[in-house]
């Protein structure tokens, strides 16, 4: 489970989600995807499903972005992670992906992995910037435009790396 207090990063809080988050998580979720997720979904994601780690990031009292995972064993898979479009390139994708990353090694995972899409370039940058590597390929993954997903994976969190 996430830390229930905040983590602040140079004025900005990382924290765990909440269900009273959903309005501002609901509005770079829409902005964010074509294929947006459900406000149920995030309100099952974060009440019932005891898998789902979800992250939001705050800066001057708004949520900025946001970012989940499910850990299962020593295998943690990145659900989601956003950002509001105003809030770009400003480093609070790479914050809030160190959290998930620092959180996923908290609960005992050792990989993580996640699916992005082929042509999402600032994703993929960041999580090679993060020490992910492309491992496979799943052809047609995304609904909404047949668009392949890269699979990423990140192995070794457990070891300690300086």
């Known amino acids: 489970m996430a830390q229930e207090s905040p983590r602040l ?3 900005e809080e990382i924290r ?15 902005a964010a995807f074509p294929s947006p997720w459900s406000r149920e979904a995030y309100r ?10 979800y992250l939001v990031m705050s800066a001057g009292g708004e949520i900025v972005g946001y970012g ?3 850990v299962v064993l020593d295998e943690a898979h990145v659900t989601n992670l956003a950002v509001a479009p105003a809030c770009r ?5 790479g914050r809030l992906l160190s959290a998930l990353i620092e ?6 995972a050792d ?21 992910f590597v492309v491992c496979g390929v799943r ?6 435009t047949q668009e392949d997903a890269l699979v990423m994976v990140k192995e070794g969190l457990r070891t300690v790396r300086r």
């Open 9 to 11: 990063t140079g004025g």
């Open 89 to 93: 390139r400003q480093g609070y994708g």
């Open 68 to 70: 989940g995972m499910w």
């Open 111 to 131: 990989r993580l992995t996640l699916e992005v899409r082929r042509s999402n370039q600032a994703a993929q940058t960041l999580y090679i910037r993060h020490g």
């Open 139 to 144: 052809r047609n993954y995304y609904a909404d």
């Open 103 to 108: 959180l996923a090694t908290a609960v005992g």
């Open 44 to 53: 099952r994601e974060i009440a019932d499903n005891s898998y789902a780690h």
């Open 16 to 30: 765990r989600m909440r269900v009273a988050d959903l309005d501002q998580v609901m509005d770079i979720e829409v």
